[in-house]
């Protein structure tokens, strides 16, 4: 009574990495300018150690990566966020 050995079945789907198109949040919303007062928003660029997320990451342009980077410099300037810390998010 052999059955059909040949189908292969898994208790778990197999993970298919599906690529998906990263592009600029910015450009796509209209966004002309971001907003230093606004730790919140600032807060999805920063990893846990407050350092800046790449933008290999993030896929924002490097037009608005440079101006992520000067918006979350000054919030630190006037302390609205922290230059570095532990668990930040």
């Known amino acids: 009574m052999a059955e059909n050995t040949s189908e292969i079945r898994y208790l778990t ?21 971001i907003d230093y007062k ?7 660029f920063v ?3 407050g350092k800046l997320l790449p933008r290999r990451l993030t896929g924002t342009s490097l037009k608005y990566q440079r101006k992520v980077a000067q ?3 000054r919030a ?3 302390a609205i966020m922290p230059y570095v810390a532990d668990l930040m998010k």
């Open 71 to 73: 918006a979350v410099k």
């Open 13 to 33: 789907p197999t993970a298919v990495e599906v690529k998906k198109k990263k592009y600029c949040r910015f450009k796509k919303s209209g966004i002309k300018y």
């Open 47 to 49: 990893n846990e150690q």
């Open 38 to 44: 606004d730790p919140a928003f600032l807060l999805k």
């Open 76 to 78: 630190r300037h006037i």
